[in-house]
Nanobody, 125 residues
């Protein structure tokens, strides 16, 4: 089993930056695809960014390309999401997810078998 704990969320003004972290425990995530999803009130959970186990392959949803960067440190069993130029529409609960089923990041939430509890990101205008 893998336990995932997100941190780094908070309140920021539009144009600002936040760095989310997802710390894993229970076992190593070095062989897992990792991803960040988000869910705004009244909306479905959506894929934000994903990264392969080696970090050589990343994938982003179009709305965050050029603004967000996903990275990982397998030695620390941690995945990060650097979020720059934040917009009010980025406001959501952000979730970290891990998949032991795929080699490359996939966008479907159902293909991830471990989830964190989420961290709130609020961007004010």
């Amino acid at each position: 089993q893998v336990q995932l704990v997100e941190s780094g969320g908070g309140l920021v003004q539009a144009g600002g930056s936040l760095r989310l972290a997802c710390a894993a425990s229970g076992r190593t995530i070095s062989t897992n695809v990792m991803a960040w999803f988000r869910q705004a009130p009244g909306k479905d959970r959506e894929f934000v960014a994903g990264i392969s186990w080696s970090g050589s392959s990343t994938r982003y949803t179009d709305s965050v390309k050029g603004r967000f960067t996903i990275s990982r440190d397998n030695a620390k069993n941690t995945v990060y999401l650097q979020m720059n130029s934040l917009k009010p529409e980025d406001t959501a609960v952000y979730y970290c997810a891990a998949s032991s089923l795929y080699a490359l990041p996939v966008t479907q939430a159902g293909r991830y078998n471990y989830w964190g509890q989420g961290t709130q990101v609020t961007v004010s205008s």
